[in-house]
């Protein structure tokens, strides 16, 4: 997976002030930035408004640092009556180093909804 090959979801470079007391981004801050890929995945495939149910099997294999480009990638690797699972990985470029290192992955879950709030089938393709 590449930036040669597709584009992400979102492409970002965190601040300083995303930092924890180690220099390094926090992980909350990935986190957040996945759910929102996540959710553009998701809502493009329910043709609607979807939320977050749960984060599955989430990986941090290395830091981000302040200076890195972040890009996220997804795919919809199940899609229930109501739910999809996507799958998100994080791949970093160090400062002005092209090489692509993949620092998180994990699967979120997101449920399709209607304007009350409550679950509705995601629609056939």
């Not at 979102?10 to 930092?19: E, G």
């Not at 890009?71 to 092209?98: C, F």
């Amino acid at each position: 997976m590449t930036a040669e090959f597709r584009d992400p979801i979102i492409r970002t470079a965190p601040l300083p002030r995303d930092c924890n007391n180690n220099g390094d981004i926090f992980g909350g801050w990935v986190l957040s930035q996945m759910d929102i890929a996540g959710g553009v995945i998701a809502a493009r495939r329910a043709k609607g408004r979807v939320v977050t149910v749960a984060v599955e099997a989430m990986t941090f294999h290395q830091p981000i640092k302040t200076g890195d480009v972040v890009s996220i990638y997804g795919d919809i690797i199940k899609i229930g009556r109501t739910s999809m699972h996507i799958k998100l990985t994080t791949i970093v470029a160090r400062k002005l180093d092209p090489a692509e290192i993949k620092v998180t992955e994990g699967t979120y879950i997101f449920v399709a909804i209607d304007d009350e709030g409550n679950p509705r089938e995601v629609p056939a393709e």
